[in-house]
């Protein structure tokens, strides 16, 4: 990375210095204690570096020690001053052309490290209950979750995405119950779900349900003697609905987990056997207690209630456990903000079973709220965007994967229907996605013949296929972009997605690279509205050329991450 360079350059002459005498007091330098900057004013300079910390050793003003450090270095064709304590760097052309040269050599793997740490993680995420249509929460998870595998997986690391199917528990046999209304209902009978509030909370009342009533009597007569066979019907209906959506989403996973498959192997009674033989589980009032507080939760949790029945907890004690029993490195687990108390428990239960705590992460993601016409809107008062599969529906796939990205997980999404659906620069997936279908064309105008809508005349093209295919395998490196800032700016705003990557992929950020990828389509139209790329100085115009290209590889796989397409026409 340019700023890595730069960073190198200004150690290396600190050392130097310190070595001349020129540092006042300083007798040694440790690296790693100085950053590099972007200035806000670009007149200042492309990076910059604080030296001003080094005053407490030095004994000497920050603007000496600068400009003594500016002394040892080597300019080559870059540009270095000396504002205040800082700094300050502009890059030579050589180091702008050798970054295009790289990424028109490297294409799809630009910006990938050549070495990490590289780990086996498991990612999991959406693992909604098998008991309904996705809503616009999950919607979030799937799309913030495949971008972050696609991230982890681009960046070295071996990923594996898991889905945890909830098919464990009340929940199912109260879609079998309801199921059983809507078959009646179907069969003419003249029944409801209660209207009561505490008994209704036993149903399942929503519409969706209605459809697997009616595929139900395809195959049967009325109702079986048994409802577990309504609930497994419902729960393998409701499953193939979820997966069928979650493909149509871009979001692939490796493998769904069954909580039911947990509980028959035997794992879930291991791990509770193993918690109460090594003396951390107790009885009060009937019930097991875990004593997660002696492991940092802030009290002891129930496991196993007085009726026998296990609560969330215990399965998810063993289902974590039997991850790192299948030989992972890591655990990503993707959940809702309304989970936050569980993390603690988790991480207490690893702890007490002797497992690395560390080793599990949690990312907690706020909601989503629904903007139609400037307005939020109260989800269970809009029937017709309730869904995950209606919003994909009303706005597109690559709208609404590009959205449930773009802000923090932490932060509460506002989902502008209206504003996402607008063929416009307000719309910022249009915005982005249009910069790369502008690159795509401007390539084409200069490899393909075009009529002339004026004489009726066929233009001849400026480049062939075979010069273009030339152009973009052996950059002239000697070719310079001109005095001209946008250029320069664009060459800069693409450096950054080295490390845009790498900070990402250690936060595990994703609307990181949303962020950048507007940033990068805005650098972009200044340029073509500031440049004629097309000119008639054609060592200049193949230069200006490579540089569109390389903008456009750097969209692509930027999209590509995010799973959202790159139009080459719009």
């Given at each position: 990375?340019?700023k890595d360079y730069f960073l190198?350059?200004?150690e290396e002459?600190?050392e130097k210095?310190?070595?001349s005498g020129?540092?006042g007091?300083?007798?040694?330098?440790e690296k790693?204690?100085?950053a590099?900057?972007?200035?806000k004013?670009?007149d200042?300079?492309?990076?910059a570096?604080n030296?001003?910390?080094l005053a407490?050793?030095?004994r000497?003003a920050?603007p000496?020690?600068?400009?003594?450090?500016l002394?040892?270095?080597?300019?080559?064709d870059?540009?270095?001053?000396?504002i205040?304590?800082?700094?300050?760097f502009?890059a030579g052309?050589?180091?702008l052309?050798?970054l295009?040269d790289?990424?028109?050599?490297k294409?799809s793997?630009?910006g990938?490290p050549e070495?990490?740490d590289k780990?086996?993680i498991?990612?999991e995420y959406v693992s909604?209950?098998?008991t309904?249509p996705?809503h616009i929460?999950?919607?979030?998870?799937?799309?913030m979750g495949s971008?972050?595998?696609?991230?982890?997986k681009f960046?070295g690391?071996?990923?594996?995405?898991?889905?945890?199917?909830?098919d464990?528990?009340?929940?199912?046999?109260?879609?079998?119950n309801?199921l059983?209304i809507?078959?009646?209902q179907?069969?003419?009978?003249?029944?409801d779900f209660?209207?009561?509030?505490a008994?209704?909370?036993?149903?399942?009342?929503?519409?969706?349900l209605i459809?697997?009533?009616?595929?139900?009597l395809k195959s049967h007569?009325?109702?079986?003697?048994d409802?577990?066979?309504?609930?497994d019907?419902a729960?393998?209906y409701?499953e193939?609905?979820?997966?069928d959506l979650?493909?149509?989403?871009?979001v692939?996973?490796?493998?769904?987990?069954?909580e039911l498959?947990?509980?028959?192997?035997g794992k879930v009674?291991?791990c509770v056997?193993?918690?109460?033989e090594s003396?951390k589980?107790?009885q009060?009032d009937g019930a097991d207690w875990?004593k997660?507080?002696?492991?940092?939760?802030?009290q002891?949790r129930v496991i196993?209630?007085?009726?026998?029945?296990?609560?969330y907890?215990?399965?998810?004690?063993?289902?974590h456990?039997d991850?790192?029993?299948?030989g992972?490195d890591?655990?990503i687990d993707?959940w809702?903000?309304?989970h936050?108390?569980?993390v603690a428990?988790?991480k207490a239960?690893?702890?007490?079973l002797g497992r690395?705590?560390d080793?599990l992460?949690?990312?907690?993601?706020?909601l989503?709220?629904?903007v139609v016409?400037g307005?939020?809107?109260?989800?269970?008062k809009?029937?017709n965007m309730?869904?995950?599969?209606?919003?994909?529906?009303d706005?597109?796939?690559?709208?609404?994967r590009?959205w449930m990205?773009?802000?923090?997980?932490?932060?509460?999404?506002d989902?502008?229907?209206?504003?996402?659906?607008k063929n416009?620069d307000?719309?910022?997936?249009?915005?982005v996605?249009?910069a790369?279908?502008r690159?795509c064309?401007?390539?084409?105008?200069?490899?393909?013949?075009?009529i002339d809508?004026?004489?009726?005349k066929?233009?001849p093209?400026?480049l062939?296929?075979?010069?273009?295919?030339d152009?973009?395998?052996n950059f002239?490196?000697s070719?310079l972009?001109?005095?001209?800032q946008d250029?320069?700016?664009l060459?800069?705003?693409?450096?950054?997605?080295?490390?845009?990557i790498?900070?990402?992929?250690k936060?595990r950020?994703?609307?990181?690279?949303?962020?950048?990828?507007?940033?990068?389509?805005s650098?972009?139209?200044?340029?073509?509205?500031?440049v004629r790329v097309?000119?008639?100085?054609?060592?200049?115009t193949?230069?200006?050329?490579?540089?569109?290209?390389?903008?456009?590889?750097v969209?692509?796989n930027a999209l590509?991450?995010?799973?959202?397409t790159a139009?080459?026409?719009?």
């Open positions: 990375m340019i190198n350059k200004v002459a600190i210095a310190v070595k020129k540092l007091q300083m007798t040694e330098y790693g204690t100085l590099v900057e972007r200035p004013n670009v200042f300079g492309d990076y570096v030296v001003s910390c407490r050793t030095a000497i920050p000496l020690i600068a400009q003594n450090i002394e040892f270095i080597e300019k080559e870059n540009e270095y001053t000396v205040a304590g800082f700094i300050n502009k052309n050589s180091l052309c050798n295009i790289e990424i028109i050599r294409k793997l630009f990938k070495k990490i780990e086996k498991i990612l909604a209950n098998p309904g996705f929460g999950h919607g979030r998870w799937a799309a971008v972050l595998a696609n991230l982890l960046y690391h071996e990923v594996y995405q898991e889905f945890y199917i909830n464990a528990g009340s929940q199912i046999q109260k879609l079998g309801s059983a809507r078959i009646r179907e069969l003419g009978e003249k029944v209660p209207t009561d509030e008994e209704r909370k036993n149903y399942y009342p929503g519409d969706y459809p697997v009533a009616k595929e139900y007569k009325g109702l079986p003697d409802v577990q066979e309504l609930c019907f729960k393998d409701e193939k609905v979820q997966r979650l493909e149509k989403f871009r692939h996973f490796d493998n769904f987990y069954s498959t947990l509980h028959k192997s009674d291991e056997n193993k918690l109460k003396g589980i107790y009060k875990f997660s507080s002696d492991f940092g939760d802030d002891d196993k209630k007085a009726d026998g029945a296990n609560t907890l215990t399965a998810d004690i063993a289902y456990i991850k790192l029993n299948r992972f890591r655990m993707i809702g903000a309304d936050h108390g569980y428990r988790v239960s690893l702890a007490a690395d705590p080793k992460e949690i990312l907690l993601g706020q989503v709220n629904l016409n307005e939020e809107v109260r989800m269970g809009r029937k309730v869904t995950l599969e209606d919003l994909i529906d706005v597109g796939v690559d709208a609404t590009f990205t773009m802000r923090n997980i932490d932060t509460t999404l989902f502008d229907i209206d504003l996402a659906k416009s307000e719309n910022p997936v249009f915005y996605q249009y790369h279908a690159a064309s401007i390539i084409r105008n200069v490899i393909n013949d075009k809508t004026e004489s009726g066929t233009v093209a400026i062939s296929e075979a010069e273009y295919k152009l973009t395998e002239d490196k070719i972009f001109g005095n001209i250029a320069r700016q060459v800069l705003k693409l450096e950054e997605y080295k490390s845009m790498e900070n990402s992929a936060t950020q994703v609307y990181t690279i949303c962020r950048y990828v507007q940033e990068l389509a650098e972009f139209h200044s340029f073509y509205n500031a097309i000119n008639d100085d054609k060592q200049l193949k230069a200006r050329l490579a540089l569109v290209y390389s903008v456009k590889t969209l692509n590509e991450l995010l799973a959202v139009p080459e026409r719009m």
